[in-house]
């Protein structure tokens, strides 16, 4: 126990920093939309009953548009976000209007704000390195929950509810009290967050465990060739006949070493709003050569594909929402007591 007690102490007040950033950071975000909304009111408009039969012409205009830099990934427009968004080789992003093609807004990494707000959440402003650090970081946090409860357990009987509220207690049992009554929530983003920094090995072992058959990839190559692809009405024409009842989220175009078009799509029964099901389409002939359709995907997979919905609470609507933002603030106010007592004692 007492090395227990030591490595909760120190540690916590080595890491509080980031810990404060990587939570508050992680509250605002729940609200990454609705905030996008309110800068670029357009982004809020409903999308119209024929709005998609202007996609090709679009679509093809972007193409033209963005040449240097190129496009590296386009988001389709969906309810809540009606325009195109897209990442571009240069690292800037861009929202593009849906029916007239015409740019919205464009930004670099450094000049949005929300940007800034979502690299402090998942890398700290560090890069790869930084995302690493977060994900020790989740690891400690899981660490600080777990040796809470073990340091607790022993002076269980001496819980009250009633410690909840500041005024009735000391900073350090009112630090004990949050931390037993919101574990569980805050467990729940930790985890999650965690496996996302760490997801391919995650998902090495998940789905070895539990999946009899390696889950497949959207690895199809097609050969670069010295033409150019099929016009986006018959490109979108035959991607919407495969799987008619999925909607289109996404598209990665061809990269050198591949010239093969990769989309996802959104199948009914899928949390994941951006789906999770991929259709590979040759762009010289139209034709879909590979389908992976997430609802066939065996339990292990099935489990990794609904780690982004519960962190992002892209899930349970407002209530989920709620959990989320309660749990941010409540693992900021343990990290801030914890502080806060430690240099208190320090002092007296």
């Not at 309110?38 to 998609?52: D, E, G, M, W």
């Not at 762009?283 to 962190?311: C, F, T, W």
Request: glycine letters at 6%; one cysteine or more; proline letters at 6%.
């Amino acid at each position: 126990m007492p090395i227990v007690r030591f490595l909760h102490r120190w540690l916590g007040i080595v890491l509080a920093v980031f810990i404060l950033l990587i939570s508050l950071s992680g509250g605002i975000l729940v609200f990454k939309e609705p905030i996008l909304r309110r800068i670029h009111p357009v982004l809020a408009q409903p999308i119209i009953k024929n709005q998609k039969q202007a996609y090709p012409k679009i679509l093809t205009q972007l193409e033209q548009l963005f040449q240097k830099p190129k496009i590296t990934f386009l988001r389709f427009p969906q309810k809540g976000m009606n325009a195109f968004h897209l990442w571009l080789s240069d690292g800037s992003q861009a929202f593009v209007a849906p029916l007239s093609g015409k740019i919205i807004t464009r930004w670099s990494q450094n000049e949005s704000v929300i940007n800034i707000i979502f690299l402090i959440h998942t890398r700290l402003l560090a890069g790869d390195i930084g995302k690493i650090i977060v994900g020790c970081i989740g690891l400690s946090i899981l660490f600080f929950l777990m040796s809470g409860l073990l340091l607790w357990w022993p002076r269980r009987r001496l819980f009250r509810f009633k410690h909840l509220v500041l005024r009735s207690t000391s900073l350090i049992q009112y630090h004990i009290t949050i931390g037993v009554v919101f574990t569980p929530f805050i467990l729940l983003f930790v985890v999650t967050g965690t496996t996302k920094v760490f997801y391919r090995p995650v998902t090495e072992m998940v789905t070895m465990l539990l999946d009899p058959v390696n889950p497949k990839q959207p690895d199809l190559i097609v050969d670069q060739k010295q033409q150019v692809h099929k016009s986006w009405s018959e490109i979108l024409k035959n991607l919407n006949k495969a799987l008619p009842d999925g909607d289109i989220k996404s598209w990665s175009p061809s990269k050198p070493n591949n010239a093969a078009y990769i989309f996802r799509k959104r199948m009914p029964e899928e949390w994941n709003p951006y789906g999770r099901t991929f259709i590979v389409l040759n762009p010289y002939n139209a034709q879909v050569i590979q389908i992976i359709d997430a609802r066939e995907h065996q339990d292990g997979m099935k489990i990794m594909e609904k780690i982004y919905p519960l962190h992002a609470s892209k899930v349970g609507g407002l209530f989920f929402k709620t959990i989320s933002v309660i749990s941010a603030i409540f693992l900021f106010l343990l990290t801030m007591l914890g502080i806060s007592n430690f240099f208190i004692r320090r002092i007296r």
